[in-house]
Nanobody, 129 residues
């Protein structure tokens, strides 16, 4: 079974930075659109960012645009989410997800969790002073 593993979460003060990593178990991420999502208890999962597998285009929700950066390192078979200028409202469990396609991630408004097939277990990010 294809799985993803997130890492890099933790506790950070407002204004600080974290870098999340997403690595697959048992497959190569080439050819997969990758998305990052987050979820607070009792709330729906929110699409944060995605990266297209074909041309490397990146997209972001309005809530993180200008502060978060998604990137892919094919040599390391890993996708990253660099999070800067963190705010308390960024506190959530962050998940990465993958789908074998190059058309799922195509604009800022199409970061939809039901389009992705493979998910990680999540990593907690807490922004607090």
């Amino acid at each position: 079974q294809l799985q993803l593993v997130e890492s890099g979460g933790g506790l950070v003060q407002p204004g600080g930075s974290l870098r999340l990593s997403c690595a697959p178990s048992g497959f190569n991420l080439d050819g997969y659109d990758i998305g990052w999502f987050r979820q607070l208890p009792g709330k729906e999962r929110e699409g944060v960012s995605c990266i297209n597998s074909s041309d490397g285009s990146t997209f972001y929700s309005d809530s993180v645009k200008g502060r978060f950066t998604i990137s892919r390192d094919s040599a390391k078979n890993t996708v990253y989410l660099q999070m800067n200028s963190l705010k308390p409202e960024d506190t959530a469990v962050y998940y990465c997800a993958a789908v074998r396609a190059d058309y799922v991630c195509y604009n800022d408004f199409a970061i939809l969790d039901d389009e992705y097939d493979y998910w990680g277990q999540g990593t907690q990010v807490t922004v607090s002073s």
